[in-house]
């Protein structure tokens, strides 16, 4: 499978329509991958939080319709990374959308780890409650958002559901990278899976992003890195190597804990 990693860079000073313009020029020079990611809340920019209410639309709005179309016209399974999502009563969720080639939405994720403590994201949006996986014709794609990395728990979730590549859209801070490879390692040998991270260039209301997307397998070894810049990672994954994995180092099977009671 082949899969193109889009770490757009986000400039304050070009409006979103623009932005959706250029990240669908971009999706269309994939045209040949099996699956393109975008990063989160790249519309907007993950740390812009002032920009939230004017720019949340409805999960059928602009971003969905740019993307369906991009989608199609580049016949590629898109993960259309996230945008400010505003839900009928009102409330706001940072949601991801992913299309099939033929610009069908497939899933959509509403985030569920809210990043801010008392403050930005953590208090303006709602927190999603589903976990949500996609199946493709070569693996099936396990959908988490940015501080979503630092929960182990809901990766084990998607693995329980069947995820055998973890796809993770984000717009992470320089000041944490380390964090960011270490965690993306980490979620990768701890469920024999690849792992995609997706993160964003640019800078977000003054917060440089830390660029830097990866492709983990199911080793946790680093298979291609991007740098700080807008860049384009695509990499060739053979995706047998997660069942190949999970046989020869059958670690999974011996979980004790977060397993329900066995049967008397």
Excluded at 67 to 82: D, Q, T, Y
Excluded at 217 to 241: I, K, M, S, Y
Aim: hydrophobic content about 45%; charged content about 25%.
């Amino acid at each position: 499978m082949r899969a193109s990693l889009i770490q757009i860079a986000v400039d304050p000073d070009e409006p979103a329509d623009a932005r959706r313009e250029r990240a669908a020029s971009l999706i269309a020079a994939q045209r040949g991958a099996d699956l393109v990611v975008l990063p989160e809340l790249w519309p907007v920019g993950a740390f812009a939080y002032t920009a939230f209410e004017k720019e949340a639309e409805p999960l059928a709005g602009p971003t969905h319709e740019v993307m369906a179309k991009a989608a199609a016209a580049a016949g590629v399974w898109l993960h259309a990374g996230s945008f400010v999502e505003r839900a009928e009563d009102g409330t706001l969720y940072n949601t991801t959308l992913v299309f099939s080639p033929e610009g069908e939405r497939a899933a959509a994720y509403r985030k569920i780890h809210r990043f801010g403590f008392d403050q930005g994201e953590a208090v303006m949006m709602g927190a999603g409650e589903e976990l949500v996986t996609v199946s493709l014709p070569e693996t099936t794609l396990g959908l988490a958002t940015c501080y979503d990395l630092r929960f182990p728990e809901l990766f084990r979730g998607l693995v329980d559901a069947g995820a055998e590549t973890l796809v993770v859209a984000a717009g992470w801070p320089e000041r944490r990278r380390a964090h960011w490879t270490l965690l993306a390692q980490a979620r990768a040998v701890e469920n024999q899976s690849y792992v995609l991270a997706v993160g964003s260039a640019g800078t977000h209301a003054g917060i440089q992003q830390a660029g830097h997307s990866l492709v983990v397998d199911p080793w946790g070894e680093v298979l291609a890195e991007a740098g700080a810049d807008e860049e384009v990672l695509t990499v060739e994954l053979d995706t047998a190597r997660v069942a190949a994995t999970r046989e020869q180092f059958p670690a999974l099977k011996d979980r004790r804990l977060g397993l329900a009671a066995p049967t008397v």
